[in-house]
């Protein structure tokens, strides 16, 4: 069954290849398709592509129309069109933006049950403001951008052109995005720091004044929080790509490009270069600086400074080959513990 269903979008196979930038290697050049989908989903009026050859079983028996394959393939069921291209998986996203474009037509107006503020900057024939969401004094909203319902904008906050923001988001006063930002449902840029002082015995809160930067390109994923700086800015670099449930602390400057992914956090005052990976439940502590190009694996905690181009595994960090030759070894200390007790039990019979 097709997901993927688009009214009054449809391409040939000539048209997929020019848009795909790709080479027809089988098929018809006026066959025509109606939508996309994955390749046990598809129909023959669907699109799919092959982009990991794990799915060369599935690609096999597929009953996708056109397939999507890298230079070289000539599998599937010989009633499937084929266009190969260098990168399966980039080329289809140029398919999806294909068909989805219909659904994602920007229509600009502002919604009579949103809220904002007289004093707000904004066009309103140039951005798209949706039922419920509040905008308040000061903010500055640029051309091309979409307000989902319940998105609340600060006192003062700036929002570049062409940015989607999504359900629920909340963008405290003063920070800024930059243009084409998208922010997923729930996330929350420029809540307080967690910043706090024990004194006569209670944990006294430390005012946080400063704000969140977000660079152009910027990408934050569902309920994920950048704590505003204590002073000056928490900064997010141009291209950078955050994934849900990230927790990002006060201070923390993140370079560009980077890709953060689900359950990481970055404490207080961290400092990543540009093109850092951080996997799934890194861990960063505090003040500690990450280089360029480095690649943290699952799980990793940084408890120092760590230089770039490399790949790091463990806590505390260290280069992923130490790691697993430490965990290798510990996989030995069962046998390695009977080992010594049959020593042990060795020499207490020669001494005896």
Do not use: W
Request: with cysteine; aromatic share 6%; glycine share 12%.
């Amino acid at each position: 069954m097709n997901l993927f269903i688009y009214s009054n979008v449809e391409v040939t196979l000539t048209e997929l290849a020019l848009l795909t930038d790709g080479t027809i290697v089988r098929g018809k050049l006026d066959a025509v398709y109606g939508g996309m989908d994955a390749l046990d989903l598809a129909g023959p009026s669907d699109v799919s592509f092959l982009g990991n050859p794990k799915y060369a079983t599935v690609f096999a028996t597929s009953k996708a129309g056109a397939c999507i394959v890298e230079p070289g393939e000539r599998g599937g069921p010989q009633d499937m069109a084929l266009i190969e291209v260098a990168n399966p998986t980039l080329a289809f996203s140029a398919v999806i933006a294909h068909f989805s474009k219909a659904d994602a037509a920007f229509l600009p107006g502002i919604d009579p049950a949103a809220h904002i503020d007289s004093t707000a900057t904004l066009d309103p024939s140039k951005v798209c403001i949706h039922a419920g969401a509040v905008i308040m004094a000061g903010a500055v909203i640029g051309d091309g951008t979409e307000i989902y319902p319940n998105v609340v904008i600060g006192a003062q906050a700036r929002v570049g052109r062409s940015c989607i923001i999504y359900q629920n988001v909340s963008i405290r006063e003063r920070c800024v995005l930059g243009d084409r930002v998208i922010l997923q449902p729930g996330a929350v840029i420029g809540s307080d720091g967690y910043g706090y002082q024990f004194h006569q015995g209670r944990h006294q809160k430390i005012p946080q004044v400063g704000i969140v930067e977000i660079g152009d390109d910027v990408e934050v994923g569902a309920n994920t929080c950048i704590d505003r700086a204590r002073f000056g800015k928490t900064l997010i670099g141009e291209g950078t790509k955050i994934d849900n449930l990230v927790q990002i602390g006060h201070n923390v400057q993140i370079g560009k490009h980077c890709i953060v992914i689900a359950l990481t956090g970055i404490a207080g005052s961290a400092k990543l270069g540009n093109y850092v990976t951080c996997a799934a439940q890194v861990g960063i502590s505090g003040h500690f600086e990450v280089g360029d190009k480095a690649v943290l694996a699952a799980r990793t905690g940084v408890t120092n400074n760590l230089a770039g181009s490399q790949t790091y595994l463990g806590h505390p960090a260290q280069p992923i080959k130490d790691e697993l030759r430490i965990v290798a070894m510990q996989r030995r200390l069962p046998k390695i513990v009977e080992e010594i007790k049959e020593l042990k039990r060795k020499i207490q019979e020669l001494e005896s």
